[in-house]
């Protein structure tokens, strides 16, 4: 999929933006319902297994670049605080590798940006655990080494990701890939909803919901 703004160039002021809100968010809702009706299964599949995870006692890793960083942020504060006020649960254990500054900084300084996710990966990571990576283009080069090293590890890997998949999508064990390219904004949107998703299925699954 791919996105153009048709909007008229002439006067009217306001009306043309009018007309790029309403294309950008029609855009985005009609990204959200190809990817509901082809990949539901899929979506529910994740919610299974990280339920799966945090029932066996492990936790959930997530790890993602710039807005995917801030999603990966949302996500485990969802599962780690709450999610909805009207469900009384305990803490579940989920931690965003990219909120450390000083682990983020020595990695890179040290290792190089690369191998930021996946050092954080070998420390925190043990066989049960699940990492859940994010990438627009699915081809981040530490996300990718993040979820290599947590299959080394004994972990599950999940991922979602945009464009064709990209390098990533062979080394999780469930994706979801968003068919849009050119800009990473749509995807992320994406993202955020199949997230708020997965952690409403996870919270009924578990009981809480």
Same mark, same amino acid.
Request: negative net charge.
């Given at each position: 999929?791919? #996105? #153009?703004?048709?909007?008229?160039?002439?006067?009217? *002021?306001?009306? +043309?933006?009018?007309? %790029?809100?309403?294309? +950008?968010?029609?855009?985005?809702? +009609?990204?959200?319902? !190809?990817?509901?009706?082809?990949?539901?299964?899929?979506?529910?599949?994740?919610?299974?297994?990280?339920?799966? !995870?945090?029932?066996?006692?492990?936790?959930?890793?997530?790890?993602?670049?710039?807005?995917?960083?801030?999603?990966? #942020?949302?996500?485990? $504060?969802?599962?780690?605080?709450?999610? +909805?006020?009207?469900?009384?649960?305990?803490?579940?254990?989920?931690?965003?590798?990219?909120?450390? !500054?000083?682990?983020?900084?020595?990695?890179?300084?040290? %290792?190089?940006?690369?191998?930021?996710?996946?050092?954080?990966?070998?420390?925190?990571?043990?066989?049960?655990?699940?990492?859940?990576?994010?990438?627009?283009?699915?081809?981040?080069?530490?996300?990718?080494?993040?979820? #290599?090293?947590?299959?080394?590890?004994?972990?599950?890997? %999940?991922?979602?990701? *945009?464009?064709?998949?990209?390098?990533?999508?062979?080394?999780?064990?469930?994706?979801?890939?968003?068919?849009?390219?050119?800009?990473?904004?749509?995807?992320?949107?994406?993202?955020? $909803?199949?997230?708020?998703?997965?952690?409403?299925?996870?919270?009924?699954?578990?009981?809480?919901?």
């Amino acid at each position: 999929m791919t #996105q #153009q703004c048709n909007c008229s160039e002439g006067g009217g *002021g306001s009306g +043309r933006y009018e007309e %790029l809100v309403l294309e +950008r968010m029609l855009y985005s809702a +009609r990204l959200k319902e !190809t990817v509901a009706r082809r990949d539901s299964d899929i979506i529910a599949a994740m919610a299974t297994m990280i339920t799966e !995870t945090f029932r066996n006692g492990g936790k959930v890793l997530l790890c993602g670049n710039g807005g995917s960083a801030a999603d990966a #942020q949302h996500l485990a $504060a969802e599962l780690t605080i709450r999610y +909805r006020s009207s469900v009384n649960r305990p803490a579940l254990p989920a931690i965003a590798l990219s909120t450390d !500054t000083s682990a983020l900084t020595a990695g890179a300084n040290d %290792l190089g940006f690369d191998e930021v996710f996946s050092r954080l990966a070998e420390a925190y990571g043990r066989p049960g655990d699940l990492m859940l990576g994010l990438s627009t283009s699915g081809n981040s080069p530490n996300v990718l080494k993040a979820l #290599q090293t947590s299959r080394t590890l004994g972990m599950k890997t %999940l991922a979602l990701l *945009g464009g064709d998949g990209g390098t990533i999508k062979p080394h999780a064990d469930l994706a979801v890939v968003v068919p849009h390219t050119g800009s990473a904004d749509r995807t992320q949107e994406c993202h955020i $909803a199949i997230g708020h998703v997965i952690v409403e299925l996870v919270e009924s699954m578990m009981g809480y919901g």
